[in-house]
């Protein structure tokens, strides 16, 4: 009896792994890696694109703040203001108002972010309107319209 005495080893098997079998396994491990990182960039910007549109609706509801607290001026068509208008000028109410509320918005939501405030003797249209190119939805402007009744 032998004791301690293995039996010979073929050259033929296999003592460990392959450099090619280490190159296919980083290979895998690298897309599945880019392909996590490309997930999360998609991530960043859905939420980033749902702040936004979080932060529009704080603001049209800070301008319908103001129309409630006079609601005369806006029956009266004061608060009126177009997409394209300039800032009010003036120091009443609704024109302090709608100057501070259009700089928060461009603050808030960026330079190209504009507000439109249209009343009648019922109610008022109120848009707050921006650039949302990097969301993932394939439109660049986005416009929130919430309408308050008198």
């Not at 300039?86 to 509320?101: E, R």
């Amino acid at each position: 009896m032998m004791i301690g005495i293995q039996p010979p080893v073929s050259n033929q098997s296999q003592q460990g792994i392959s450099l090619i079998e280490v190159l296919i396994t980083v290979l895998v491990l690298s897309v599945g890696l880019l392909g996590l990182a490309g997930l999360q960039l998609t991530s960043l910007r859905n939420n980033q694109s749902a702040m936004e549109r979080s932060v529009g609706v704080v603001q049209s509801y800070s301008i319908i703040e103001a129309i409630r607290a006079d609601p005369d001026s806006a029956k009266a068509n004061r608060f009126d203001i177009a997409l394209d208008a300039a800032d009010p000028t003036g120091n009443t109410f609704p024109a302090n108002s709608l100057s501070i509320w259009r700089e928060q918005i461009q603050e808030n939501l960026g330079a190209d972010a504009v507000g439109a405030v249209s009343c009648n003797n019922i109610r008022c249209t109120v848009i707050v309107q921006w650039d949302d190119s990097k969301g993932t939805d394939g439109r660049a402007t986005q416009q929130i319209i919430t309408e308050v009744h008198l």
